[in-house]
């Protein structure tokens, strides 16, 4: 399983927190996730998670999206940052 | 050498005590954000700061260490608020102490710049016209974060 978190726009956009996805061999990396997503989902799904600038991160590290997946990660979908 | 991310407000005061506890340095820098009353979209009631727990507590430690190994920081301290926010509340805290000024300003400097895009927050703005309105990354502050990477400021 994988555990995958949507934050600030893209969790009202989606009016999704948090998921649990089946994790299978086909699912490589974080990219082949959102294919994943958006063939379940719709074009819903690919607005919110295909937009420019979504930041994606693996175990709370940020990452690209050609990064590998491995069951039981965390994966996470948020716009950028505006802290401070 | 410590990070504190919380709902309740903090004073400020409290905070400085409990840097001034930990460590002893000849130069000390603060830097407190407040909530303004206006921004681009207009005047501002409120804000609700949203994070990702843990991500956020872990980027900060790690941010606080980067900057105390790369300015000699004897001690160091970033507290940062998350939830609803009203005007004029404290956001943000970062204090550093060195033994000398310049370690000091420049390593508060680059807790804050780098602060602003690394952490995991995300601020949503109630307007005072009943608005609701999600803050956008400024390019400046992207600017200023990659500055320190090409050290424009050593």
Redesign the interface.
């Known amino acids: 399983m994988l555990t995958v978190?949507f934050?600030?726009?893209i969790r009202e956009a989606l009016d999704c927190e948090e998921l649990q996805v089946e994790h299978n061999a086909a699912m490589l990396t974080v990219d082949d996730l959102k294919v994943s997503l958006v063939g379940t989902g719709g074009d819903q799904w690919r607005e919110a998670l295909y937009q420019p600038?979504v930041v994606h991160?693996l175990n709370?590290?940020v990452v690209n999206t050609d990064h590998p997946l491995k069951d039981g990660d965390e994966v996470?979908f948020?716009?950028?940052?505006?802290?401070? | 050498m410590s990070v504190l991310v919380q709902e309740s407000p903090f004073s400020v005061d409290s905070q400085l005590r409990i840097l001034l506890a930990s460590n002893r340095g000849a130069g000390l820098v603060t830097f407190t954000g407040y909530l303004r009353d206006f921004s681009e979209a207009g005047a501002i009631e409120a804000l609700e700061l949203e994070h990702y727990p843990g991500m956020t507590e872990r980027v900060l430690e790690e941010l606080g260490a980067l900057a105390a190994r790369r300015f000699g920081l004897r001690g160091w301290r970033i507290v940062h608020r998350y939830g609803r926010i009203e005007e004029q509340d404290p956001i943000v805290w970062v204090g550093v102490l060195a033994d000398h000024r310049h370690e000091a300003f420049s390593g508060c400097q680059f807790i804050m710049d780098t602060l602003k895009t690394k952490a995991p927050f995300w601020k949503k703005e109630f307007m005072r016209d009943g608005r609701v309105v999600w803050v956008q990354s400024k390019l400046d502050d992207t600017e200023r974060e990659q500055a320190w990477q090409e050290d424009v400021y050593e």
């Open positions: 978190r934050f600030s726009l600038n991160a709370q590290r996470a948020f716009p950028p940052m505006t802290g401070g």
